[in-house]
């Protein structure tokens, strides 16, 4: 009975050992162990999620260029007003600072404007990459991937046929 409980033991001991590996493997990546949809779902999910970012960068340089405009519409109000009465009220000198302000909302915004445009000139480029690689037909057609462990390695007699020339 007690050599029984330990052959238990050791079974359940070399089973949890065997099964651990494949255990971690499947948390850290599940989609090892199916047979390539994860690859799809994968590139699935950044064409879904560029046209979103797209869109909030355009977003972004399109408040940027509103503010700017509403600076120039004052100030453009502002000439207006002095062409018309002259300097009364210090026009001029309200003109002053509002192009003073144009001036460091320009330099304030050209930071975040030419990230901007950065990142839409990477997220364009990514989107066109991912339709190469999506459209049917196409040379660049998105591979399934396979681990290496699960390649299989040439035996020696056959890379020798191949070097040989001859076939089995």
Known sequence: M????YRVAFATLMLVSFAAPAVAQFEISPSHFDDGDGVVARTAAPQQQI???????????????????????????????LNVRGNEAGQAEALWIRQ????????????????????????QTEMNDLEAKVEPGSQHTAAKVRPT???????????????????R
Do not use: F, H, Y
């Not at 046209?51 to 503010?67: F, Y």
């Not at 462990?149 to 076939?167: D, E, Q």
């Open 100 to 123: 003073r302000e144009l001036e460091s909302l320009r330099a304030e915004l050209a930071p975040q404007i030419s990230n901007a445009k950065a990142i839409l000139a990477s997220l």
């Open 51 to 81: 046209p979103r970012k797209i869109a909030e960068q355009k977003a972004i340089l399109a408040d940027c260029q509103t503010r700017i405009e509403a600076k120039s519409d004052e100030i453009a109000m502002v000439i207006e007003d």
């Open 149 to 167: 462990s699960a390649r299989r390695k040439t035996s020696p007699a056959t890379s020798m046929r191949a070097a040989l020339g001859t076939g």
């Open 2 to 5: 007690k050599v029984m409980k």
